[in-house]
């Protein structure tokens, strides 16, 4: 917002931008860049800078609040200088955009402008200080808000997964998969592998070889339940390898 301040009130057509003070032993027209330098510049002029605010102030409180005139914005623009430092020590301490507090700088200074009184030794000072506080309050004010669920997000994702009938949620001699939490959108962010004992694997190999040859009970009958005494083992190759 400040940058487009910048466009605004330091562009080519500026002519309509002049402030024309009275200084008692002599009058003063300035353009906008030249206001910001009385007032900001190494050999500041106190009379200066109060003249300065205070026709600043006067011309804007002329407009209309919801005027597009460049009176209310001027003050704004003057003021920024005097903001920056609060603004960038802001942005370094609290996560908060840059643009969100300019916005709120400038409407703390449009807000003090419509009570304050122009004449004031201290206009300025006192616009200022307004912006300052505004800005602090927001940045005060996101750091007590707590992250929630992007809603919309997580209906899209869920919206994007196929309906399963029954048989496909349980197929017979199936496996069931619970991944907690779930999954990222983008897939598994690592493979899976599923193992078993190789005692099992092999014992799941001779139950199929004797369930082939017509021999599971006598197998079934033969099994070594694990707290029993070892009587014999009996070792599996291929049919068309040594024996």
């Known amino acids: 917002m400040f940058a487009r301040l910048d466009q605004v009130l330091t562009g080519p057509d500026t002519s309509r931008h002049y402030l024309s003070m009275d200084l008692g032993d002599r009058s003063v027209r300035l353009s906008p860049r030249e206001c910001r330098a009385e007032l900001y510049g190494p050999q500041r002029h106190t009379s200066l800078w109060t003249a300065i605010w205070r026709q600043a102030a006067s011309d804007a409180r002329c407009e209309s609040q919801n005027s597009t005139g460049v009176g209310r914005l001027l003050v704004v623009w003057l003021a920024v200088p005097g903001m920056n430092r609060s603004l960038y020590r802001l942005l370094h301490q609290f996560p908060v955009e840059q ?128 707290e029993e005494e070892l009587i014999g083992t009996l070792t599996l190759r291929p049919a068309e390898g040594r024996r």
């Open 99 to 226: 643009a969100d507090l300019e916005q709120e700088a400038a409407l703390g200074v449009l807000t003090a402008l419509d009570t304050t009184d122009p004449n004031s030794s201290n206009t300025g000072g006192h616009l200022i200080r307004a912006g300052v506080r505004r800005m602090w309050s927001h940045a005060v004010r996101g750091r007590k808000e707590v992250p929630v669920l992007d809603l919309a997000r997580f209906a899209r994702i869920r919206n994007a997964v196929p309906v399963l009938t029954e048989e496909q949620r349980s197929p017979v001699g199936g496996w069931e998969l619970h991944i907690t939490p779930p999954a990222d959108p983008a897939g598994l962010s690592a493979s899976l592998r599923f193992t078993q004992s190789r005692r099992r694997i092999e014992g799941e190999r001779l139950g199929a070889l004797a369930h082939g040859a017509g021999l599971s009970r006598l197998v079934f009958r033969a099994r070594r339940h694990e």
